[in-house]
Structure formats: structure tokens, C-alpha cells
């Protein structure tokens, strides 16, 4: 099984960036597509950018045009750049297996966007 650590979240203000990353200790594409969700208090759970093993991405509407997701398969990293942050992406920010989200989960990385 794939192991996760995900880093790069932080404390920024609206309108700011950040770059996360995504490091694991297999393949990232033993599955189909990679993913990052997020998860905000008291909210469910929600994919907001995935990546296949070919390369075709895909973004929630509540950040396309703001969020970019990208890998090195070299380094079996993927990465997701987050530009123009608002305040309602304030989230735990996940690297998982994108078609479910069955199986272990990492720590996440923490995302918090405040003036």
C-alpha cells in the first residue's frame, strides 16, 4: 500500500498562493488518477483536483482557474499550486487516490487563508 505525507500547507492571506506536495513511498499511479481533496470544519470530504496517469486534470468549480495540480513521476510526488486564495479554502488538504476514497489516509497538510 501507497504511503502519503503531504506538506506546504500554512497561514496566508486572501488573494495569496501555496504550493502543496504530495510524497509517496510507491507509484502515485498504482491507481488511475491522483487527487487532492480538502476537507473544511463541520463540511464533508470533496475532490478538488485530480490527475490521471495520462495526464488529463480535473477541477471542482470552486477552483478551476485558481488551482493547478501537476506530478513528478520521477520523484512519485503530485503537486497542487493554490493562487488567488480565498477564505472558504481554508481546509485539511488530502493526496489520495482519486476515483474513491476508500483506504488509508495521510495526516493532510493545513490550509488557512485569513487577513
Known amino acids: 500500500q501507497v504511503q502519503i505525507v503531504e506538506s506546504g500547507g500554512g497561514l496566508v492571506q486572501p488573494g495569496g498562493s501555496l504550493r502543496l506536495s504530495c510524497a509517496a513511498s510507491?507509484?502515485?499511479?498504482?491507481?488511475?488518477?491522483m487527487g487532492w481533496w480538502r476537507q473544511a470544519p463541520g463540511k464533508q470530504r470533496e475532490l478538488v483536483a485530480s490527475?490521471?496517469?495520462?495526464?488529463?486534470?480535473n477541477y471542482a468549480d470552486s477552483v478551476k482557474g485558481r488551482f493547478t495540480i501537476s506530478t513528478n513521476n520521477a520523484k512519485n510526488t503530485v503537486y497542487l499550486v493554490l493562487n488567488s486564495l480565498k477564505p472558504e479554502d481554508t481546509a485539511v488538504y488530502y493526496c489520495?487516490?482519486?476515483?474513491?476514497?476508500?483506504?488509508?489516509w495521510g495526516q493532510g497538510t493545513q490550509v488557512t487563508v485569513s487577513s
Open positions: 510507491g507509484s502515485i499511479f498504482s491507481t488511475f488518477a
Open positions: 490527475i490521471t496517469n495520462r495526464g488529463i486534470t
Open positions: 489520495h487516490d482519486a476515483t474513491s476514497s476508500a483506504g488509508s
